[in-house]
């Protein structure tokens, strides 16, 4: 059933709950009832076991799923992120050319690149892309709503923000700097547009999540480069950012920091299970690839989807304890689940 027009908001999405008072499940959940029949070509399936020893990240990954499993996140752990970007999610790779297209189910992402003034002249700039921006729109999103403010000051943080990516400010080495300008900067240029159908009718709107991008200039030599500042949110999309903000476990973030994809699962599992009511859904490889890369195509694509997908789904897994997700022949089951941050902290 669509949603009503008084139940969308410009990126279409419905408002999420914000608090156990405003949760309209019982304060008691509703036992998870399996399909009736669940037919043997829908068996699930159990991860095959790992027959090579543990790299650095995997027990990384076990330390923090166990201390995401023992402790609910503070105040400090806590993140977000908006709705529409936990559903379509940025490019995890570089992009030739200045667009970029993504959909899932009835709803599309077109992402085109910007040019930002350097004080003498409008430079292009690329498409976000990777773990880098997804963690920056976080940490930004977590400024603007734990501060009510729609400014951001980026310049003043970048230090402590390449810090908390684990990131080496003091080896004289500017290769973090220089990602982390480019990928704001992007941000800041990038005009992005949904498209979705609702009530029968297709809808387009047009969103610049970053209205004013204020910047120091820095004189390399060659060119004139920009070093963020500050930014602000644009009213719109700070707007639908309070009502539509999906909390997340920044300690989870951090620990999938290493794959794009993997974080992309997380966010999409922490928005959609805690939504299922009454049975299981079952989404089929086709469905997934639709969603998450539809890079992959001919005969081969979901099998080779599969291979990227599974490794990232575990990871995402590992540090959402409580999602109820399985394998099962030809999909994945998901099943009603908690999210991931408690309703009320």
């Given at each position: 059933m669509g949603l009503t027009t008084s139940q969308t908001d410009l990126f279409g999405a419905a408002p999420a709950a914000r608090s156990k008072a405003d949760d309209p499940r019982p304060n008691k959940p509703k036992p998870v009832q399996p399909p009736k029949a669940v037919p043997a070509s829908l068996a699930v399936i159990p991860p095959k076991p790992k027959a090579k020893e543990a790299t650095r990240r995997e027990l990384k990954l076990v330390e923090a799923s166990a201390e995401i499993a023992g402790a609910r996140p503070d105040g400090d752990e806590l993140a977000f992120m908006h709705t529409i970007m936990c559903q379509v999610g940025l490019p995890r790779s570089k992009v030739d050319g200045t667009s970029f297209e993504r959909h899932s189910g009835n709803s599309a992402l077109l992402v085109e690149a910007g040019k930002l003034w350097d004080g003498q002249q409008f430079v292009q700039q690329p498409i976000p892309y990777g773990t880098m921006p997804r963690l920056m729109l976080a940490w930004m999103n977590t400024y603007a709503v734990r501060f009510k403010t729609q400014e951001i000051p980026v310049g003043d943080s970048a230090s402590d923000f390449l810090r908390m990516l684990g990131k080496n400010v003091n080896g004289g080495k500017r290769s973090s700097y220089t990602t982390f300008r480019q990928q704001v900067q992007a941000l800041s240029a990038c005009r992005m547009t949904l498209g979705f159908n609702a009530n029968g009718k297709a809808q387009t709107y047009e969103g610049k999540p970053i209205k004013r991008f204020e910047a120091w200039l820095e004189n390399t030599g060659e060119q004139r480069s920009l070093w963020p500042a500050s930014i602000a949110f644009s009213d719109e999309y700070f707007s639908t950012l309070v009502d539509h903000a999906v909390p997340l476990d920044m300690r989870a973030l951090m620990a999938l920091k290493g794959s794009s994809l993997a974080m992309d699962v997380y966010v999409w599992l922490a928005e959609r299970l805690h939504r299922i009511e009454g049975r299981p859904l079952i989404?089929?490889?086709?469905?997934?690839?639709?969603?998450?890369?539809?890079?992959?195509?001919?005969?081969?694509?979901?099998?080779?989807?599969?291979?990227?997908?599974?490794?990232?789904?575990?990871?995402?897994?590992a540090v959402y304890p409580r999602a109820k997700v399985r394998q099962v022949t030809g999909g994945l089951l998901l099943m009603a689940s908690p999210p991931p941050v408690p309703y009320q902290l």
């Open positions: 989404l089929h490889w086709a469905n997934l690839r639709a969603q998450f890369a539809q890079e992959y195509q001919g005969k081969d694509a979901d099998k080779d989807f599969k291979k990227k997908f599974l490794p990232a789904l575990q990871a995402a897994l």
